[in-house]
C-alpha cells in the first residue's frame, strides 16, 4: 500500500489538484490534508490497521509529531483489542490540547455515491462494507504527561514554559513494512510510557491485552518490557484512580498469553466465575509433543482460543492449501483427546457474547466454583 501525498511537480504545477479530482472522481480518499490513499487499498485493509494508516497519514502531513497512547503502540507494534477511535499525539500548549476533526475523506461525494464507490473497489463475492469506513479519525492532541509532584497548573507557570522536555523515541519506517509513504522515521513516546499511560485509560480486557503483549514479547518487532520498567513510569499516572486500575491490571496480566484472543480469554474465564487454567500446557502423545492455550489439569479438559486466522496464517507462511492445515489440525486434536482429555474451543463470537462462552464451557464441564460476576 502507498499513500500520496500532494506535492509541487517539477513542471511547477501542484499534484495536489489531481489527487482532489481522484477524490471527486471516487478514487481516492483523503486522510489527512494533502495525504491520500487509493479507495481498493483502504477497502482492503483491516479497522486495525486503518488506524495505522492514519497515524502513518498524519506524519506525513505534520512531520515531527509524537504518538502517545494507542498510537504510539500502535507502532510499536502492540496488538489492540479495540480499534482506537482517534490518532492521539501530544502537544506542548495548553491552547493545542483538543480533538481536531479529519477531513472529509470522500470530499463533497453523496452517500449514495460513497455506496456505489465502495462496491467497486470490493472484490467478487465480498460483502461491501458501509459507508462508515469511509468517516475518518480525529487527532487527539494531548498535553504531555508529568513526572510526580509537578501538577499541570505549576508547570503552565514556570518561567521557561514549564513542559519537561517530552520523552521520545524514533522508530525507523520499516516498523510498517506494507505501507509506504515517503516517511523516514516514526517519533513515538517510550513503550513502556505509552504503556502505563494508556492500559488505565482501557477498560480492563483491554490493558490485560496490552500488558501480556509487552511483557511477553508478543509484539509485531518482538519488543518487550520489563515490570521495573514500567514501574519507572508509574509517577507519571495523576490520580489514584488511574494508580489502582493500573495495579489491578498488572496483577492480572500473564505474559504466557500469546494472542489477544488468550489474554481476552483469561479475563472472560475470571468475569464467568470459571477456574482458571494452566496457560500453554505441554501435552505429550508418544513420541509426539503438542501444546495447547490452556488446561483444566484437574478436570481433564485442555482448551483453546480459535480466531481463525491461524489457518490462512499458517497456510500462507508454509505454502499448504488452508483444508490441509485444517485436517493437520484435526489429527492433532484427535491425539490430544486419544489421552482421555476433552478438548473445547471458543472464538471472538464468544467472547463478544459471554453467556455463549459460559454455555459451551458448562457443557464440556468446565469447573465454575462462583457465580458470574462474583
Known amino acids: 500500500m502507498r499513500l500520496l501525498r500532494a506535492r509541487r511537480l517539477d513542471d511547477g504545477l501542484h499534484s495536489g489538484t489531481a489527487l482532489s479530482d481522484a477524490v471527486r472522481a471516487g478514487r481516492m480518499l483523503r486522510l489527512r490534508r494533502g495525504v491520500y490513499v487509493e479507495v481498493s487499498d ?4 483491516p479497522p486495525w490497521d486503518r488506524h495505522l494508516i492514519t497515524v502513518i497519514a498524519t506524519t506525513a502531513q505534520e512531520g515531527d509529531v509524537v504518538f502517545c497512547r494507542e498510537s504510539a503502540l500502535a507502532l510499536h507494534g502492540v496488538p489492540l483489542l479495540e480499534v482506537p477511535d482517534a490518532v492521539r499525539r501530544r502537544c506542548t500548549s495548553r491552547g493545542a490540547a483538543r480533538r481536531v476533526p479529519a477531513p472529509s475523506m470522500t470530499g463533497s461525494r453523496s452517500r449514495g455515491q460513497v455506496r456505489g464507490m465502495l462496491a467497486a473497489a470490493t472484490g467478487p463475492g465480498e460483502p461491501v462494507p458501509t459507508e462508515t469506513i469511509c468517516v475518518g479519525l480525529p487527532t487527539h492532541r494531548l498535553e504531555p504527561t508529568l513526572p510526580a509532584g509537578m501538577s499541570r497548573s505549576a508547570a503552565r ?3 521557561d514554559g514549564g513542559e519537561p522536555a517530552l520523552p521520545r523515541e524514533e522508530l ?16 513515538v513516546e517510550p513503550l513502556a510510557l505509552a504503556v502505563v499511560d494508556t492500559v488505565p485509560r482501557l477498560s480492563f480486557a483491554e490493558g490485560v491485552v496490552i500488558l501480556d503483549a509487552v511483557l511477553g514479547g508478543h509484539t509485531r518487532s518482538g519488543a518487550r518490557v520489563e515490570v521495573a520498567e514500567l514501574a519507572a513510569w508509574t509517577d507519571r499516572l495523576p490520580s489514584r484512580r488511574l494508580r489502582e486500575r493500573w495495579d489491578r491490571a498488572l496483577a492480572a496480566a500473564d505474559p504466557r498469553a500469546e494472542s489477544p484472543g488468550e489474554s481476552w480469554s483469561r479475563v472472560r474465564l475470571d468475569e464467568l466465575g470459571f477456574e482458571l487454567p494452566e496457560l500453554q500446557s ?4 508418544e513420541d509426539r509433543t503438542y501444546w495447547v492455550d490452556v488446561e483444566w489439569l484437574g478436570a481433564g479438559i485442555a482448551g483453546e482460543f480459535d480466531g481463525g486466522m491461524k489457518y490462512t496464517r499458517a497456510a500462507r507462511l508454509s505454502g499448504q492449501d488452508p483444508s490441509q492445515v485444517v485436517y493437520a489440525e484435526k489429527i492433532r486434536e484427535d491425539a490430544i483427546r486419544s489421552t482421555g482429555r476433552d478438548m473445547v474451543r471458543w472464538g471472538w463470537a464468544e467472547l463478544r457474547h459471554p453467556e455463549r462462552l459460559a454455555r459451551l464451557l458448562v457443557v464440556h464441564g468446565v469447573p465454575r466454583p462462583r457465580a458470574a460476576g462474583r
Open 42 to 45: 483502504w477497502v482492503r485493509t
Open 157 to 159: 507557570r514556570a518561567p
Open 172 to 187: 525507523d519506517a520499516s516498523v510498517v513494512p506494507w505501507c509506504a509513504a515517503d516517511v523516514a522515521a516514526y517519533v
Open 282 to 285: 505441554r501435552i505429550d502423545v
